[in-house]
Each structure stands twice: as C-alpha cells, then as structure tokens.
C-alpha cells in the first residue's frame, strides 16, 4: 500500500513523506527534527519508517533543517549534482551534507529505498528546482512543488502519473 502524507507544507517549513510495504522517504526537510517526530508519531509512525530524504531545492522553507537530520539521522539525501553543489556552501547545511550527499543520475531513474525516481527541472528562483517522479509498489507518483510554470517535461509526467502533488 502507498501512502503519501504532507507534514509540512508553506513559507514555515516543507516536508513530505512517502512510503510502501518496502520502505518510505522524506520530500524537503524545512521542520525540526522534534516537529517530525511529533507529527509521525500523531499518524502511528516513527522515525524508522524512511531511509532516505530527496531536495527539491536549495531554500530555506524547504531545507531549514536538512543539516540537523543529516547530523543526527546519518541519512542518505538525493537530489542533483547543481542543488547538492549550492547545498555544500549553504550556511544550514554546509558544515553535515557532504556523508549524506547522494548525486542522482539525470535522465534515468534511480533506486531509492526501494522506489524507482526520476527528477526534472521545473522554472523556480532558486539555484535549481526539481520535480520527482517516483514508481512505488506498482503506483506513478509525481511531486512539485514551487513551479514558476510548467513545463512540457513536467506535464508529460504527470499526465502518466496516478497521483500528482
């Protein structure tokens, strides 16, 4: 079964999470670690039930806290090589990312805890935004967040997704 919840979504703090029978991940990392493990434990959950975090982008809303997880959690985090490069001279995130730094290949999908996913750029002000397509126990799952407009890349995945956000 797949389940998608967003824990946090707006100018305070982004954070998604996604997950099936083989494993689940974090979407963006813009609330503190106390606030995630409140609002997982408020839907039955705890803070084993990801492996993996994906960045959407380098602002703030969206990786406030990334630093404090990959300092404390040890965890994996996907996203580009460009979004990865601006991570590694962001004063929130510079000083922990480098272990955690998961490059994910472009234009082919890619496995992460257990679900196949694809990025593509989407028009935003930040140094590079992505989208993600995941494949997750059989199910088409799109994610974007904060697109400028859309683009042909971006509506020929959602077009073929079973659920966009």
């Not at 996604?18 to 991940?25: A, E, P």
């Not at 602002?59 to 997880?69: A, C, N, V």
């Not at 126990?137 to 077009?159: L, N, P, Q, S």
Request: charged content about 20%; overall charge neutral; hydrophobic content about 40%.
């Amino acid at each position: 079964m797949v389940k998608f919840m967003s824990l946090s979504s707006g100018s305070c703090g982004n954070c998604y999470y996604l997950s099936s029978d083989k494993g689940g991940i974090l979407i963006d990392a813009g609330v503190s670690l106390r606030r995630l493990k409140k609002t997982l434990m408020d839907n039955g959950l705890d803070m084993n039930c990801f492996s993996a975090i994906l960045v959407t982008h380098d602002h703030l809303d969206h990786i406030r806290h990334l630093g404090s997880f990959c300092k404390k959690l040890s965890m994996p985090v996907y996203t580009t090589d460009v979004i990865h490069g601006a991570l590694s001279r962001h004063t929130f995130t510079a000083p922990t990312i480098a272990p955690c730094r998961r490059i994910l290949s472009p234009d082919q999908w890619n496995e992460v805890a257990g679900m196949k996913v694809r990025y593509f750029i989407v028009p935003h002000d930040a140094t590079q935004t992505v989208g993600y397509a995941i494949e997750v126990a059989g199910h088409k799952f799109v994610i974007m967040t904060d697109v400028g407009r859309m683009t042909d890349e971006a509506v020929e995945f959602a077009r073929q997704a079973d659920t966009v956000v």
